[in-house]
């Protein structure tokens, strides 16, 4: 079992892997609009998702969107307020945000572990393509290290 301390490293390790084999089609818009963030107390949905953004945006094969250009945009011509998470939803914000890939997922504590479960969804084909499912170590006393 791993600790929160490698959560970071997770991410950015499933950012290899999952989002790693499609070099093939560079340079593809990605956007990470939200994170369901459960039980993870001070903790905000908003700080896990830019992590995982950073990390994700580390992978080449990806253009990943800014959160503020995000934000912008959605503001502007998105009709729901409401955080998205579901497949739907994601897929049309995808087509307003010009995103060929969305990115969503769950960070949940679970008693003493934490599971992270990420998802790939290709907006074009109007499916999860890839997904990636991680369980951490819930040591409140090492999340500020």
């Known amino acids: ?16 892997v999952l989002l790693g084999t499609i070099q093939v089609a560079l340079a593809q818009r990605a956007a990470l609009v939200s994170i369901d963030l459960r039980g993870m107390g001070a903790l905000d949905s908003s700080m896990i998702a830019q992590i995982a953004r ?7 094969s990806y253009e990943m969107m800014d959160r503020y250009d995000i934000e912008e945009i959605l503001r502007q011509k998105s009709t729901t307020k409401d955080p998205c998470y579901s497949k739907t939803c994601l897929v049309a ?14 960070v ?12 790939e969804i290709s907006v074009n084909e109007d499916k999860i393509t890839r997904t990636y499912v991680e369980e ?10």
């Open 1 to 16: 079992m791993k600790t929160i301390q490698s959560l970071t490293k997770g991410l950015a390790i499933w950012g290899m």
């Open 54 to 60: 950073t990390e994700a945006s580390k992978i080449v």
């Open 93 to 106: 914000e995808g087509k307003i945000l010009g995103a060929q890939i969305m990115i969503t997922g769950t």
């Open 108 to 119: 949940e504590r679970l008693g003493n572990k934490i599971s992270v479960n990420l998802r």
């Open 136 to 145: 951490f170590l819930y040591l409140p006393s090492e999340m500020n290290r």
